[in-house]
């Protein structure tokens, strides 16, 4: 079905991204393709989606394609095109936004006790 053509397109943009961090600038994919508190903080809002498809390392490209073929395999062929496209994107956001808070209070200082 159609969700199984946006997992498809999924995993060509997850390999085409970890590609470009060899053929890529590196700061250019650090500046893009990075999500983290100062990015943020910088106005690069778009990193919260773009570092969901970003691999540098072969090993993490390929776990994830497998867990998306997998599991994305499944609820493709269960779920309403739309829906599963819903539910990628908002995978994408939370898992991206909770990375950035998670790294944005490991910097913040301790208090007293």
Do not use: K, Y
Not at 32 to 42: K, V
Not at 78 to 104: D, K, Y
């Amino acid at each position: 079905g159609d969700g199984g053509n946006i997992l498809v397109a999924l995993c060509a943009v997850l390999i085409a991204v970890s590609l470009s961090w060899h053929v890529l600038p590196e700061g250019f994919m650090v500046r893009h393709f990075t999500a983290s508190p100062r990015a943020l903080a910088q106005g690069r809002v778009w990193t919260l989606l773009t570092s969901t498809v970003s691999h540098v390392h072969a090993h993490h490209l390929l776990a994830n394609l497998l867990a998306l073929s997998q599991v994305g395999s499944h609820l493709a062929l269960r779920i309403p095109c739309r829906a599963f496209a819903e539910l990628v994107l908002a995978g994408a956001l939370a898992s991206s936004t909770a990375s950035v808070l998670w790294s944005w209070c490991e910097r913040q200082p301790s208090a007293p006790s």
